[in-house]
């Protein structure tokens, strides 16, 4: 394990003793190496404005966020990164996400269920920073001989959807679904692309205000259907409590 | 749905590519010593991370 930043050999020093560190964490002083593998991040004052906080020029040369992972040949075989220096991921995404490394460390799971469908839904963690990307995971359960419908889907039915309550300062990013597989009705023209058994879709979500103990609500609406007809359609609503961490980061003020 | 910090960077466009051998750093480490990314792996997998700083 490797860390670049541009703090002095004092500054990590410093670090490394405190949180006791035994791994490399190289000194980018001047930010010659970021900038020349092209992470600078050059958006910095834009996104300070974006955060309504003074221009920090201190704050220019660090580079977005991110990580690599090496194989044994020292090729880049992943690579994860995020906008701005606030927006990070939970160690337990980069795991998931991004290395296909299921970890056993969630959020506390909550568990729903409808016709035809059970849910189990959990975040990174129980508890949020403020900025910090927290993925929302959604494990259904369809029952044997039944699907629900994925997208593209003709008009009239009705889709898989998730969609989360809004919240001040919540910002939700566009559902990874998994890839449906197609399906044809006998007697019907109609193209299908369907979901059946056990499937996994994750959601970004992110809480841009510093605040208390939230409760994220979300929905997920679907209609199951079998070969010979189908249910109602079906809303399941999950609540996920996610509690402020203890040290929140504050933005710098002068 | 917008992101608030959507900069409408593509990170496939920059940095080291998926693929691509990462180019050796070569840089002091916490304790002064100039380390070799490469040399210091030694032919294991590794993770490199990217961050603001250690002191803010």
């Known amino acids: ?254 | 749905m917008t992101v608030v910090t959507d900069f409408g960077i593509d990170f496939s466009q920059i940095g080291p590519a998926v693929g691509e051998r990462f180019p050796d750093v070569i840089l002091p480490d916490q304790n002064g010593t100039t380390v070799s990314l490469h040399q210091a792996r030694g032919g294991r997998r590794a993770l490199v991370v990217f961050h603001r700083s250690a002191g803010w």
């Open chain 1, 1 to 254: 394990m490797f860390a670049i930043s541009y703090d002095p050999v004092e500054v990590l020093h410093n670090f490394a003793a405190k949180y006791g560190i035994t791994y490399t964490l190289f000194s980018d002083v001047g930010s010659q190496v970021i900038r020349a593998l092209g992470l600078l991040n050059e958006q910095v004052y834009e996104q300070h404005t974006a955060y309504g906080i003074p221009k920090q020029e201190h704050h220019y040369g660090v580079p977005y966020p991110g990580v690599f992972l090496l194989d044994a040949q020292g090729k880049v075989t992943e690579k994860r990164f995020q906008q701005s220096y606030r927006e990070r991921e939970t160690g337990v995404s980069i795991l998931e996400q991004g290395f296909g490394i299921t970890s056993s460390l969630h959020g506390t799971a909550v568990p729903s269920q409808a016709e035809g469908v059970k849910v189990q839904a959990y975040l990174d963690a129980d508890t949020y920073r403020f900025f910090q990307r927290l993925w929302l995971t959604l494990d259904l359960t369809i029952e044997p001989h039944l699907h629900v419908y994925g997208q593209p889907i003709p008009e009239g039915f009705i889709p898989l959807a998730i969609e989360v309550a809004p919240l001040p300062g919540l910002v939700v990013g566009e559902p990874q679904w998994p890839t449906p597989r197609p399906f044809r009705l006998e007697g019907l023209d109609e193209e299908f692309y369907i979901y059946e058994g056990n499937i996994r879709v994750a959601l970004p979500v992110t809480l841009t205000q510093e605040g208390d103990d939230q409760t994220l609500k979300v929905m997920v609406r679907y209609q199951a259907c079998s070969q010979m007809g189908c249910f109602a359609p079906q809303t399941i609503t999950l609540e996920l409590p996610v509690r402020a961490a203890d040290h929140v980061e504050r933005p710098r003020r002068r």
